[in-house]
């Protein structure tokens, strides 16, 4: 069984940098797009981006100049960087193999970014 | 503002039916067949309940099902249950330069 697990600062200032990683236990790790997609409070989902094994990514066009996403398949993580951050990334995160008949996602990181 | 339109509530009785509409452009919805639906309860996750328009994962129940007409996707659920009640978002493949785009999210109250 695939479980996700994520962590990083829940708390951020203005123009500081949102750094998140997802660990991969229990399952495989190559061959697939690991995801990242975010939820402003109360609102829909929006996706992020993703990264396979390889490095390959794929951005949100709008979040493009801002996202870094990146990997380390000896431990099996995949991480994202967002800079700098304002009040509207003010999300929760999560990481997840999605979509996919086997869809798997993480508990979620709950990040503020307030002054 | 949500690349995919749909309607930001629905509402049905035990062992009712609801349908939940889905509206993007041909840019999206209607130029592939790459449609899914999460399930989104209160605190937690979301769970992809249809893929590729109309498939389920492994151990959804025959009660949801989706379908597609032109730009518009739908989700049904038949015979709801108190469960159901719960956030539905559906999402789509955009192409290799937006890749993907989410609706805004309906809330299902049964």
């Known amino acids: 069984q695939v479980q996700l697990q994520q962590w990083g600062a829940g708390l951020l200032k203005p123009s500081e940098t949102l750094s998140l990683t997802c660990a991969v236990h229990?399952?495989?790790?190559?061959?697939?797009?690991w995801s990242w997609i975010r939820q402003p409070p109360g609102k829909g989902l929006e996706w992020i981006g993703e990264?396979?094994?390889?490095?390959?990514?794929h951005y949100n066009p709008s979040l493009k100049s801002r996202v870094t996403l990146s990997v380390d398949t000896s431990n099996k993580q995949v991480s994202l960087k967002l800079s700098p951050v304002t009040a509207a990334d003010t999300a929760v995160y999560y990481c997840?193999?999605?979509?996919?008949?086997?869809?798997?996602w993480g508990q979620g990181t709950l990040v503020t970014v307030s002054s | 503002q949500s690349a995919l339109t749909q309607p930001p509530s629905a509402s049905g009785s035990p062992g009712q039916s609801v349908t939940i509409s889905c509206t993007g452009t041909?840019?999206?919805?209607?130029?592939?067949?790459?449609v899914s639906w999460y399930q989104q309860h209160p605190g937690k996750a979301p769970k992809l309940i249809i893929y590729e328009v109309s498939k389920r994962p492994s151990g959804v129940p025959d009660r949801f099902s989706g379908s597609k007409s032109g730009n518009t996707a739908s989700l049904t659920v038949s015979g709801l249950q108190a469960e159901d009640e719960a956030d539905y978002h559906c999402s789509s493949y955009a192409g290799s330069k937006n890749f993907y785009v989410f609706g805004g999210g309906t809330m299902v109250t049964v």
């Open positions: 990264i396979n094994h390889l490095g390959s990514t």
């Open positions: 997840a193999r999605t979509p996919a008949a086997d869809d798997y």
């Open positions: 041909s840019s999206d919805v209607g130029g592939y067949n790459y």
């Open positions: 229990g399952g495989a790790f190559y061959g697939y797009y």
